[in-house]
């Protein structure tokens, strides 16, 4: 059997997503009182938008970053585990014989290439793990493409 292991980068965008919230919250609070409560429309808006955005990527990070990349994988000879939120939350198990293939998509990031894995059945992704999260990215995608047809 192997288990993923998270690298460094997921615990702290982690942190930063889940502080995310507070931290938008602390500077309206701030600039508020810098302003000493004396608004005006563009001020209101800023804060509008700021509060939007803070949502937004609060959203973002916990339903789609943390939910569906940041999982734990455990890996067997029959089926792949998918433990989404950090190994804490649904667990899903899935035979590989149920799966139909896989895709790798690779992106740059600060001038490194990274990859995505998204395990496919009936032409949708069903799991998704990352290079940028996962020490052991190799061993696991070769684990899980030894299993599996190449899409892409």
Same mark, same amino acid.
């Given at each position: 059997?192997?288990?993923?292991?998270?690298?460094?980068?997921?615990?702290?965008?982690?942190?930063?997503?889940?502080?995310?919230?507070?931290?938008?919250?602390?500077?309206?609070?701030?600039? =508020? =009182?810098?302003?000493?409560?004396?608004?005006?429309?563009?001020?209101?808006?800023?804060?509008?938008?700021?509060?939007?955005?803070?949502?937004?990527?609060?959203?973002?990070?916990?339903?789609?970053?943390?939910?569906?990349?940041?999982?734990?994988?455990?890996?067997?000879?029959?089926?792949?585990? &998918?433990?989404?939120?950090?190994?804490?939350?649904?667990?899903?198990?899935?035979?590989?014989?149920?799966?139909?293939?896989? &895709?790798?998509?690779?992106?740059?990031?600060?001038?490194?290439?990274?990859?995505?894995?998204?395990?496919?059945? =009936?032409?949708?992704?069903?799991?998704?793990?990352?290079?940028?999260?996962?020490?052991?990215?190799?061993?696991?995608?070769?684990?899980?493409?030894?299993?599996?047809?190449?899409?892409?």
């Amino acid at each position: 059997m192997i288990t993923s292991k998270f690298s460094p980068s997921v615990y702290f965008f982690s942190f930063l997503l889940l502080s995310f919230p507070f931290i938008a919250a602390y500077f309206i609070i701030k600039i =508020n =009182n810098l302003l000493k409560g004396e608004l005006t429309w563009g001020v209101i808006i800023f804060f509008i938008i700021f509060g939007i955005i803070g949502v937004l990527v609060t959203i973002w990070g916990l339903f789609v970053e943390m939910n569906l990349r940041m999982a734990k994988l455990r890996i067997d000879a029959a089926s792949i585990e &998918i433990i989404q939120m950090l190994g804490f939350g649904t667990k899903r198990k899935l035979n590989f014989s149920d799966i139909d293939g896989y &895709i790798i998509k690779s992106f740059k990031s600060r001038g490194q290439t990274q990859e995505y894995f998204y395990l496919i059945k =009936n032409q949708k992704a069903i799991g998704v793990f990352s290079s940028l999260y996962l020490k052991n990215y190799s061993e696991i995608k070769e684990a899980v493409a030894s299993h599996l047809k190449n899409f892409g």
